[in-house]
T-cell receptor, first 111, second 116 residues
Framework: GQQLNQSPQSMFIQEGEDVSMNCTSS?????WLWYKQDPGEGPVLLIA?????ELTSNGRLTAQFGITRKDSFLNISASIPSDVGIYFC???????????FGQGTRLTINP | DGGITQSPKYLFRKEGQNVTLSCEQN?????MYWYRQDPGQGLRLIYY???????QKGDIAEGYSVSREKKESFPLTVTSAQKNPTAFYLC???????????????FGPGTRLTVL
């Protein structure tokens, strides 16, 4: 079945650093979604991408839809403590009735 | 205030008891989903429903049951047949399963179930 591979699995950074994570697949996706989950809470949608090559920003977050449609990237600039959490990528399954999720990238920030 | 509610936030049950988790949405979304999340792990799909009175098994449906009698409600029952029921359960909804913006799923706050 379709799978999404997120990298890295975890990151430990200093406050103020920039962060970069990615999501790859052997299958083509027509939509890429990026979610953030705070500890003990449900995931929140950060950015949605619908077109190959698209670059979209949401505050300090920037995400790109890879030109091959098999990958996507999320960057966070000037990290702050509230950026801590798990970041998930997701895309619609073949048939589009459900989402396929990556395993997540856990971000930890040292003040 | 539009959104998805799950109640309660924390739930404790004795082994061998069935328990039903509530999920309600007032977003007028057609599709609803249940996920299970174990500590340090990703999301695994239990059941989903694209329309009232219809639902499909996800990747880990064994030991769970659902119903979809109303558009806004999608309760999940964790039965005694589920071998490891202790987990964090997340409910989500989306406009529909059609390509485009309707793929976006919105999540509730989750219910943490502990079976003693």
């Amino acid at each position: 079945g379709q799978q999404l591979n997120q990298s890295p699995q975890s990151m430990f950074i200093q406050e103020g650093e920039d962060v970069s994570m990615n999501c790859t697949s052997s299958s083509i996706f027509n939509t890429w979604l990026w979610y953030k989950q705070d500890p003990g809470e449900g995931p929140v949608l950060l950015i949605a991408l619908y077109k190959a090559g698209e670059l979209t920003s949401n505050g300090r977050l920037t995400a790109q839809f890879g030109i091959t449609r098999k990958d996507s990237f999320l960057n966070i600039s000037a990290s702050i403590p509230s950026d801590v959490g798990i970041y998930f990528c997701a895309g619609p399954s073949q048939g589009a009735q459900k989402l396929v999720f990556g395993q997540g990238t856990r971000l930890t920030i040292n003040p | 205030d539009g959104g998805i509610t799950q109640s309660p936030k924390y739930l404790f049950r004795k082994e061998g008891q069935n328990v039903t988790l509530s999920c309600e949405q007032n977003l007028n979304h057609d599709a609803m989903y249940w996920y299970r999340q174990d500590p340090g792990q990703g999301l695994r799909l239990i059941y989903y429903s694209q329309i009232v009175n219809d639902f499909q098994k996800g990747d880990i449906a064994e030991g769970y049951s659902v119903s979809r009698e109303k558009k806004e409600s999608f309760p999940l029952t964790v039965t005694s047949a589920q071998k490891n029921p202790t987990a964090f359960y997340l409910c989500a909804s989306s406009r529909s399963g059609v390509w485009g913006t309707s793929n976006e799923q919105f999540f509730g706050p989750g219910t943490r179930l502990t079976v003693l």
